[in-house]
T-cell receptor, first 112, second 109 residues
């Protein structure tokens, strides 16, 4: 089983739609969780960190479910500019200096 | 503020040739990472360095070596390139969040 698993998509949605991505992780001791965004042929960039209580940043909401070992990303009112690959990232150990494990990514295509 | 700088951006190698990918960060981060990204595979960790003077293997270290030259620089060396090492390579540094360089597109023919 992969350490971090995501549905590869693609998710094809119209502008204005709400879309949700899930990501599961295998290491129950994982402490830090992130969503990154990667545009075609570009480097990944942090979209948001995921906190235990859940957190929101504008149209984006991230949730963590430790019991079921998954995190989610909800995008409301999708824009054309949201088209990208969304990467789920897990820090599988406590502390800030250990490896980050990336999921393979979920591709989102928003159309007019 | 440059962030993470990788060189070169593009490279074509012949099988068996060697090369070093350079990475430097100016954010005073302790942790640095090398990833490769292949279609459908996501980013896979090659090596990482928790601090100056230490390096550790990631998921796919075979065929690579690294050097943490100082706090700023973390290089990745391919001693004898193989076609299977054709990929996009990303360097990253991290405090809480990771910042990435723009990538090196390497083709081994």
């Amino acid at each position: 089983r992969k350490e971090v698993e995501q549905d590869p998509g693609p998710f094809n949605v119209p502008e204005g739609a709400t879309v949700a991505f899930n990501c599961t992780y295998s290491n129950s001791a994982s402490q830090s969780f992130f969503w990154y965004r990667q545009d075609c042929r570009k480097e990944p960039k942090l979209l948001m960190s995921v906190y235990s209580s859940g957190n929101e940043d504008g149209r984006f909401t991230a949730q963590l479910n430790r019991a079921s070992q998954y995190i989610s990303l909800l995008i409301r009112d999708s824009k054309l500019s949201d088209s990208a690959t969304y990467l789920c990232v897990v820090n599988p150990f406590p502390g800030g200096y250990n490896k980050l494990i990336f999921g393979a990514g979920t591709r989102l295509a928003v159309h007019p | 503020n440059a962030g993470v700088t990788q060189t070169p951006k593009f490279q074509v190698l012949k099988t068996g040739q060697s090369m070093t990918l350079q990475c430097a960060q100016d954010m005073n981060h302790n942790s640095m990472y090398w990833y490769r990204q292949d279609p459908g595979m996501g980013l896979r960790l090659i090596y990482y360095s928790a601090s100056e003077g230490t390096t550790d293997k990631g998921e796919v270290p075979n065929g690579y070596n690294v050097s943490r030259l100082n706090k700023r620089e973390f290089s990745l060396r391919l001693e004898s390139a193989a076609p299977s090492q054709t990929s996009v390579y990303f360097c990253a540094s991290r405090d809480t969040e990771a910042f990435f360089g723009q990538g090196t597109r390497l083709t081994v023919v």
